[in-house]
T-cell receptor, first 112, second 113 residues
């Protein structure tokens, strides 16, 4: 059974810092991996989707990498801003089903 | 275009009541998923539809949970005889036929007293 973990559980940084969020999964037979952002009381907003054949995806200040063999993905946020404060969730879709398996999330606070 | 919508946004139920949660997916999306998100945790899969067919309901926690999508568009998640442990945010997501990306609604926060 696929299990997804995220480190750290919470992170607080001053504005302007570059930061890395980590995601690990136990079964490397994945179809794709998606990073989401969730604001308090809101649904999930898709940030980046990485197919199993890809190594990384970039969107603006965000860069996500995927190392399938080691079961890891990282989300890099450059020049963080207070508006980046949210919970970041990693989700993996494996080759056996249609649904995503989510990690518990990293709660990020960017201080002005 | 319009995203995934869910109603109600908030629902308070007394223990033992039945509730029905609605999801309107993005028009034309074949896939529809329901997830349950407890406080401080990531969403957990409940069930999956492809058009009107419920292809996977392995995540439904008990036979008190029932989902339907009779015409392949709007879906309803029904919880019978609600219990306090059912309190959570229920998220709906839809996607295109290639299942690559899922688009989430704002969720329904259910509180069972």
């Amino acid at each position: 059974k696929q299990e997804v973990t995220q480190i750290p559980a919470a992170l607080s940084v001053p504005e302007g810092e570059n930061l890395v969020l980590n995601c690990s999964f136990t079964d490397s037979a994945i179809y794709n991996l998606q990073w989401f952002r969730q604001d308090p009381g809101k649904g999930l907003t898709s940030l980046l989707l990485i197919q199993s054949s890809q190594r990384e995806q970039t969107s603006g200040r965000l860069n996500a990498s995927l190392d399938k063999s080691s079961g890891r993905s990282t989300l890099y946020i450059a020049a963080s801003q207070p508006g980046d404060s949210a919970t970041y969730l990693c989700a993996v879709r494996d080759n056996y089903g249609q649904n995503f398996v989510f990690g518990p999330g990293t709660r990020l606070s960017v201080l002005p | 275009g319009a995203g995934v919508s869910q109603s109600p946004r908030y629902k308070v139920a007394k223990r033992g009541q039945d509730v029905a949660l609605r999801c309107d997916p993005i028009s034309g999306h074949v896939s529809l998923f329901w997830y349950q998100q407890a406080l401080g945790q990531g969403p957990e899969f409940l069930t999956y539809f492809q058009n009107e067919a419920q292809l996977d309901k392995s995540g439904l926690p008990s036979d008190r949970f029932f989902a339907e999508r009779p015409e392949g568009s709007v879906s309803t998640l029904k919880i019978q005889r609600t219990q306090q442990e059912d309190s959570a945010v229920y998220l709906c997501a839809s996607g295109r036929v290639d299942y690559n990306e899922q688009f989430f609604g704002p969720g329904t926060r259910l509180t069972v007293l």
